[in-house]
């Protein structure tokens, strides 16, 4: 299992990190069928504290900011697909995070009133076929028009999370290449 | 405000979910028996809120796995009685309120429940009162042991209820009676808490299912629309059973029978690229549904189409929120014949639906209002597998695996017991709670056989401050005639109008002065089909009713002689932001509580109101005297000077009383401009002019600008404005029995004998 720094896309506000979720190394085998889940984490690398949300209901196939997009190619497998959501949960106030410099976070672990959904594809990744795998993520919170981080479910007063939203830095960022051959 | 209370005499949860088994009355006793002795029993910690969907809140303690089907089974194999669960119907005694009972305490998945709903009969129409619920009853088997007694079970319990209630508490007899007898009758008590008996209902048992739907499906060309699932085709939670949409339902305890036929929706209704958008959806649901109505009703609409815009993975979607009538299905992405497809378009067609009874995601639950906690480990049809967990399975597989294909207990609930205006289609938005509107005054009625219709009308927008006011027009269906109270000015009180601001909030208009006057009865018939009035309603008892700028919803109700409730269309109106100074500065002339109560009043002399003739005054003379808004200002000093003002002399003993003369010049200055500017700023309109006055107030002023010319001696000139008017209300849309009135209303000073034939009617002249 390898990682290679050459394809991410850097930002000097925060990094995205996945990772086998496991305590794996790279002696450690990769077998087709077995569950191997990925570990996502978002590093404040910056001097500043920032502002993030982790992923929604919707981020994961890019139907509102923030979009966490998860991309698993190997030899041909297909990679799982959430239901595309009919609607959308209103983003609140609670679903901000603030990371102070050097602090990371778990985009997918619900806490603190933050309602954080899974990346469906990440938690479920069960490789089918022997092969050289290789996993990223896309964040992007690269959006400063509200319409597309607001949610569409009704009864909601998008009030409170307007100012949140500007302070998010709006960018796209490109995880580490997770690279790994499954036996 | 409405004071019905339908539980009052006229002046004369057990988390019983179970095993999903069929349950006998029988058994739902013991075991609620045996929970109650149970040293840690709890009650059931049920906590209703009467304003949110799905609203019951409980701890779960029992998974509800289910293991048979037994829909449609009214009876038991313990002892061959039939069940007691059902729909029921029946009205007091002396009383033209009916009731129709829900019992929950045996079956298919009981949950323990007592809910109904109470209708008022008046006249020609059948209106929903409100909506109780009980949701922990203790249930008694009464065992004879007499031979003459019956066996009978009794539910006792204090209810929720969307009215104040003086009699909250609920007992319900209802005899058991073998399976092959006909269901018995329910008689429901109701009682105060302290025991004293109020309304009492006898039910008459209508059907095992809780709520009927009508149900229609249409699907577009090209698409293979789901039939049926076989559950035991693959791995499963649940007994292998072949379902359809409508068994899916069934087995919810609603009866919502497959459509017998659907239509096909041409795929150019998703236009030219073959994408379908959530307006045009609704389109189709507009020309395809059968059974589309803008009202509140059991009745529900699934398109079977292709693909939606919002994206290529996009299975369902209810596309509309405020009436929840309308879902549709994609086939783009659910098509195939697959068992596993098969299976997912069950599951989406099913989930649809039941966004249209006001049902949100397992992972939404706490977006509902008020919130509940999210259900991420629920097996409902409500869910997306993709976010099941359960103890440490999660995603799609595990929830296949486990779904025995049904709502969960909350859904359930929601489904047979849910007060009406929060499941009904039509009812509450998606989401949301009942409105700050009286039940009664405007739900809308069940049936009309009223034989009227009332509509409501105004411009589309208005200027801050400007003057909102309503045509009103009651008009006959029935053709064969009958006697109608014509008096539908709001003053009278015969009609009233809800006003609904942008945030919800709901105001009744309630007129400044409430006259009280007998009903003016008139014979409508061909000759005479519709009674018009127009009614300021910018300013009431409650001040200002359009003080912000924004959207407006209006609606009306019109109280019948025989009792019935005639009720309008919804009128929606914007007031516009100021966009400048002028604008801004006229709104303040206009925004006074003075001048608030000069438009009510079309004008006054009273010394209270000076502030408000001082800023009319500086309407009509001052910089702002060539916009608009000034008509409205000459009309209430118009016709204000029009007649004369009496006012008692306070500061002396004898308080003498002095009259003011009418001031005829002024009058017809004033009157003769705001007359002039309403026809020279639309003359042609076919609606309502956006600036001016509306016809039946420029009919009104015309008609006293006329009468001051000719107290002045202008004969011509009176005679001159009466021929304006004819010709003015000449217009082909305009009713000829209108156009007759007017021109009866115009022949006295014409000089034309109107009675004597139409030959001498005032001609119409081609002049404008």
């Not at chain 1, 319409?147 to 709006?170: E, M, Q, T």
């Not at chain 2, 966004?355 to 997306?384: I, T, V």
């Not at chain 2, 519709?530 to 300013?539: K, N, V």
Request: aromatic share 10%; glycine share 8%; proline share 7%.
């Amino acid at each position: 299992m390898k990682q290679e720094a050459q394809e991410h896309q850097q930002s000097d506000k925060f990094t995205v990190t996945i990772f086998p979720q496991s305590s794996w190394t790279e002696q450690t085998l990769v077998k087709v069928n077995k569950p191997f889940p990925i570990a996502i984490k978002i590093r404040n690398i910056s001097l500043e504290p920032i502002w993030i949300v982790g992923v929604l209901d919707g981020s994961e196939v890019g139907v509102r900011f923030p979009r966490y997009i998860p991309k698993i190619e190997g030899p041909g497998y297909q990679q799982l697909i959430p239901e595309w959501p009919e609607m959308t949960a209103p983003i609140r106030a609670s679903d901000f995070i603030e990371l102070q410099p050097g602090e990371s976070f778990d985009p997918t672990q619900p806490a603190s009133g933050r309602a954080y959904l899974p990346l469906i594809a990440f938690r479920d990744f069960t490789p089918t076929t022997t092969g050289t795998y290789r996993i990223s993520l896309t964040l992007s919170t690269d959006s400063a028009n509200e319409k597309g981080w607001l949610g569409s479910l009704p009864n909601f007063d998008k009030a409170p999370v307007s100012s949140y939203i500007y302070k998010v830095p709006h960018i796209t960022v490109i995880s580490n290449l997770l690279t790994f051959t499954v036996l | 405000m409405y004071t019905i209370d339908p539980t009052t005499a006229p002046v004369s949860g057990l988390n019983m979910t179970g095993n999903g088994l069929n349950y006998s009355v029988d058994q739902v006793a013991r075991m609620q028996n045996i929970l109650m002795r149970k040293a840690t029993y709890e009650p059931e910690n049920v906590e209703y809120d009467k304003s949110a969907p799905e609203r019951a809140t409980y701890p779960s303690t029992a998974q509800n796995s289910f293991r048979s089907s037994n829909v449609g089974k009214e009876t038991t194999a313990e002892n061959q009685k039939r069940n007691v669960s059902g729909r029921y119907r029946g009205k007091s005694p002396g009383s033209n309120i009916e009731l129709e009972l829900r019992i929950d305490v045996d079956g298919l998945r009981p949950t323990r429940r007592v809910s109904g709903d109470f209708y008022q009969t008046v006249g020609g129409t059948i209106t929903y009162v409100g909506s109780f619920i009980v949701t922990t009853p203790t249930l008694t088997v009464i065992t004879p042991t007499h031979t003459s007694e019956q066996e009978r079970v009794i539910i006792d319990g204090e209810g929720i209820f969307t009215f104040t209630t003086g009699s909250p508490r609920l007992w319900i007899t209802i005899p058991r009676v073998d399976g092959f007898m006909p269901p018995a009758s329910a008689v429901a008590q109701f009682m105060t808490t302290a025991g004293v008996p109020g309304a009492q209902y006898t039910c008459a048992f209508e059907s095992s299912f809780f709520r009927r739907v009508e149900f229609e499906m249409d699907f577009v060309k090209s698409v293979q629309p789901f039939k049926s699932y076989k559950t035991g085709v693959l791995p499963s939670g649940g007994p292998d059973r072949t379902l359809t949409v409508a068994a899916a339902f069934a087995e919810a305890g609603i009866d919502m029978p497959d459509p017998d036929g659907t239509n096909e929706v041409p795929f150019d209704g998703a236009g030219i690229d073959s994408k379908w958008t959530n307006r045009e959806l609704h389109t189709a649901m507009e020309n395809h549904f059968s059974r589309y109505h803008n009202e509140p009703g059991w009745r529900v609409w699934l398109l079977a189409a292709t693909l939606h815009e919002n994206g290529p993975g996009l299975r369902g979607i209810m596309f509309d929120r405020d009436q929840r009538q309308g879902c549709a299905v994609f086939h783009d992405v659910i098509g195939g014949s697959t068992d596993q497809i098969v299976r997912a378009q069950l599951r989406t067609y099913v989930h649809e639906l039941g966004h249209c009874f006001n049902l949100y995601h397992s992972h939404h639950k706490e977006y509902m209002q008020p919130p509940q906690p999210n259900r991420l480990d629920a097996l409902s049809w409500m869910h997306y597998p993709d976010y099941y967990r359960s103890g440490g399975l999660t995603g799609a597989a595990a929830y296949w695996a486990a779904f025995p294909f049904q709502f969960d207990d909350l859904e359930l609930i929601h489904l047979r017991h849910a007060f009406r205006n929060d499941i009904i289609m039509g009812g509450n938005p998606f989401g949301l709670g009942a409105a700050d509107l009286d039940p009664l005054l405007f739900a809308d009625p069940i049936e009309d056989l009223s034989g009227l219709r009332l509509s409501i009308k105004a411009a589309e927008s208005y200027y801050f401050g400007e003057p909102i006011v309503v045509e009103l027009k009651l008009e006959l269906t029935d053709i064969r005639g009958k006697r109608v109270n014509t008096r539908i000015h709001p003053n009278y009180g015969y009609v009233q109008i809800a006003i609904k601001r942008s945030n919800g909030k709901i105001q009744i208009y309630q007129p400044l002065l409430q006259q009280c006057a007998e009903p003016e009865v008139e014979y409508m018939d061909v000759n005479m089909p519709a009674a018009y009035d127009s009614a300021y309603i910018g300013y009431g008892k409650k001040g200002f009713y359009f003080d912000d700028p924004g959207a407006y919803e209006l609606r009306a109700v019109y109280h019948a002689m025989d009792g019935s409730k005639v009720f309008s269309n919804t009128l929606r109106l914007r007031v516009d932001a100021p966009i400048n100074e002028q604008e801004r500065e006229i709104a303040n002339l206009f925004l006074g509580e003075d001048q608030g109560k000069l438009l009510y009043l079309l004008g006054s002399d009273g010394e209270t109101l000076q502030k408000g003739n001082d800023a009319f005054e500086e309407m009509i003379q001052g910089k702002h005297k060539s916009h608009p808004m000034a008509i409205y200002a000459k009309l209430v000093k118009g016709m204000n000077a029009s007649r004369p003002f009496k006012k008692i002399e306070t500061d002396l003993k004898s308080k003498l009383v002095s009259v003011r003369p009418a001031d005829y010049m002024l009058s017809k200055d004033l009157l003769s401009g705001a007359c002039g500017q309403t026809i020279a700023a639309d003359p042609t309109a076919d609606s309502m002019a956006e600036v001016g006055l509306d016809n039946i107030t420029l009919n009104m002023a015309m008609q006293r600008l006329a009468e001051v010319q000719k107290e002045q001696g202008d004969v011509a000139g009176a005679q001159s404005t009466c021929q304006d008017m004819v010709n003015y209300f000449s217009k082909p849309h305009i009713p000829s029995f209108v156009q007759d009135r007017i021109s009866s209303q115009a022949a006295p000073i014409l000089g034309v004998d109107y009675t004597s034939g139409t030959e001498s009617k005032p001609k119409r002249s081609k002049k404008k």
